[in-house]
């Protein structure tokens, strides 16, 4: 009897703080400035949460978009913008004006989430709180994006098309050069069949525009590329052995590549960023918006696969031939 009453009591105290914190009108204010900065064609307000046992207060949104990837480029993207014309983070934009337009009492208490899915942990996942001490975004902030990502450093006196000085004081023309370099690499390389040498109808597309900041090309139509051990079972050599035909899943990459000097280190910094899909072979589903992917499914392949590319590309711009080999 008395586990009933706590239970009752509970519940009486989560509504009523609900209750006391949302309404039509702040759900409408909010609603209302996600409209006018912007930031609602990317995602919406989705709901306040009171998790009394926590002591914590969700303010929860959710993108608009079932594509993750597409979702993960606008965030950044938003992310970029809303520095640039008001100067200020989003996430402590967000944080501070819910924290006003839902008259919250306790600001430290307060979770802020942009999710792709309020079930599980699918990219995109942003998800932190504010330090007042250090006013900054630290301890508990997340953030999983749906990219492999992958860093590494370079010294700038083993690029072999410009002496270090020319790649200081030059770097945007410099770096135009190598990135045409890998553009004619990767057209050659994924033409030949990539690393796996498996694909027969891939293509390849470049995004580059002249002195653009980042390279990025895709690859459609690959097969047993990253996920280079699919079809090894009894089902996939039955079917081929059958109707004489590969069942592979296809497979679709989206690269973004970028090479940065960093002056005071004599390095240059190389990103990459992979997005990665794949469809059924049965069906030959090659489509980026009905795929199915990687990161979700297969994210050790594809972090693996963003090591060998960078390994390629300094193979490809730099003295060290042997690199990663």
């Keep these: 009897m008395k586990r009933n009453i706590s239970i009752l009591i509970f519940v009486f105290i989560s509504t009523l703080s609900y209750s006391q914190i949302i309404n039509e009108s702040s759900i409408g204010r909010i609603s209302n400035e996600l409209e006018k900065t912007g930031i609602s064609q990317v995602f919406k307000f989705r709901d306040i ?5 926590n002591s914590v207060i969700r303010v929860q949104f959710e993108f608009n978009s079932p594509d993750a990837a597409m979702n993960d480029t606008l965030w950044r993207i938003l992310k970029s913008d809303f520095r640039k014309q008001k100067n200020i983070d ?3 934009y967000l944080y ?19 999710r792709q899915s309020y079930i599980n942990e699918d990219c995109p996942f942003i998800q932190y709180y504010y ?3 250090s006013n900054k975004f630290t301890g508990d902030e997340k953030e999983k994006v749906c990219m492999a990502e992958y860093k590494k450093s370079i010294l700038l006196n083993s690029f072999v098309y410009y002496d270090r000085a020319f790649l200081i004081q030059n770097s945007e023309v410099a770096i135009d050069a190598y990135y045409n370099v890998l553009i004619k690499h990767f057209r050659e390389f ?8 498996n694909s027969k109808k891939q293509e390849f597309k470049s995004m580059y525009r002249r002195l653009d900041p980042v390279l990025r090309f895709e690859v459609q139509n690959l097969q047993k590329e990253v996920l280079n051990d699919a079809g090894e079972n009894f089902v996939y050599n039955i079917l081929r052995f059958i109707y004489n035909k590969s069942y592979l899943p296809y497979e679709y990459l989206k690269f973004e590549i970028r090479l940065e000097p960093q ?5 240059m910094e190389l990103n990459i960023k992979i997005t990665g899909r794949y469809g ?33 590309i300094i193979r490809k711009i730099t003295i060290y031939k042997d690199y990663g080999n």
């Design 280 to 312: 059924s072979g049965f069906y030959e589903n090659w489509r980026w918006d009905t795929m199915n992917d990687m990161d979700r499914g297969f994210p050790a392949y594809i972090d693996d696969y963003a090591k060998k590319i960078s390994e390629e």
């Design 263 to 267: 002056n005071p280190t004599n390095q």
């Design 49 to 53: 949460i009171v998790d009394s046992v």
């Design 190 to 197: 994924y033409k030949k069949g990539g690393f796996e040498k």
């Design 96 to 114: 501070f004006y819910s924290i006003n337009v839902f008259k919250i009492a306790e600001p430290k208490n307060v979770l802020v989430e942009i």
């Design 90 to 92: 989003i996430r402590e």
């Design 131 to 133: 330090n007042e001490d």
